[in-house]
């Protein structure tokens, strides 16, 4: 079975404090992507990446950046966090069809 | 750039009875379209998917979905709905052709809502 692992279930941090999500795969996919899930608004890409060193802005990647230096791990980046970057982050992998996905992380900024 | 849209934010249905959740997608390119399931406070479950072939894809639970591509749609299915479909359901589509990876977009979601 393919595993998708985020590092935190839970996180509450501070506005303004830099903050590191996690995520890492066991299946040598291409594919990565990192998600934020709100109420009424589905999936939002934040960033893809569809291999080492390289990524695309998704829809929605403002005060995000992202960092993939080996294949199995994907880094989602809040410089700089704020309260209205308190949602749900869900990792995602894929070979080239359909994703998988861990289990999200929720995090809480105040 | 792909879009999916939902057509129904939430769905009622009484239980045994059949039911449709709606998705249209933007463009008419050569796609992957993907139904996940969202059980409450549980991650995302791939339901159903279309690679190439026939149109009418089946999944797990007795879903099933058909892809129109005039229509550019993937609508999902059950004949008779159980409590245990209460959940919220997502459709999703990637461009096969894409040289770049497969970016997956996806729609707001629909809340399915089974009544006793």
């Known amino acids: 079975d393919v595993k998708v692992t985020q590092s935190s279930r839970y996180l509450v941090k501070r506005t303004g404090e830099k903050v590191f999500l996690e995520c890492v795969q066991d299946?040598?996919?291409?594919?990565m992507f990192w998600y934020r899930q709100d109420p009424g608004l589905g999936l939002r890409l934040i960033y893809f990446?569809?291999?080492?060193?390289?990524?695309e802005k998704g829809d929605i990647p403002e005060g995000y950046s992202v960092s993939r230096e080996k294949k199995e791990r994907f880094s989602l980046i809040l410089e700089s966090a704020s309260t209205n970057q308190t949602s749900m982050y869900l990792c995602?992998?894929?070979?080239?069809?359909?994703?998988?996905f861990g289990q999200g992380t929720r995090l809480t900024v105040v | 750039a792909q879009s999916v849209t939902q057509l129904d934010s939430q769905v009622p249905v009484f239980e045994e009875a059949p039911v449709e959740l709606r998705c249209n997608y933007s463009?008419?390119?050569?796609?992957?379209l993907f139904w996940y399931v969202q059980y409450p406070n549980q991650g995302l479950q791939l339901l159903l998917k279309?690679?190439?072939?026939?149109?009418l894809v089946k999944g797990i639970n007795g879903f099933e979905a058909e892809f129109n591509k005039s229509q550019t749609s993937f609508h999902l299915r059950k004949p008779s709905v159980h409590i245990s479909d209460t959940a919220e359901y997502f459709c999703?589509?990637?461009?096969?052709?894409?040289?770049?990876?497969?970016?997956?977009?996806f729609g707001a979601g629909t809340i399915l809502r089974v009544k006793s």
């Open positions: 463009s008419s390119v050569s796609v992957y």
């Open positions: 990446s569809y291999d080492v060193k390289m990524k």
């Open positions: 299946m040598d996919h291409e594919n």
């Open positions: 995602a992998s894929s070979p080239r069809t359909e994703a998988f």
């Open positions: 279309y690679l190439s072939g026939s149109t």
């Open positions: 999703a589509v990637s461009d096969r052709l894409s040289e770049y990876g497969n970016k997956l977009v």
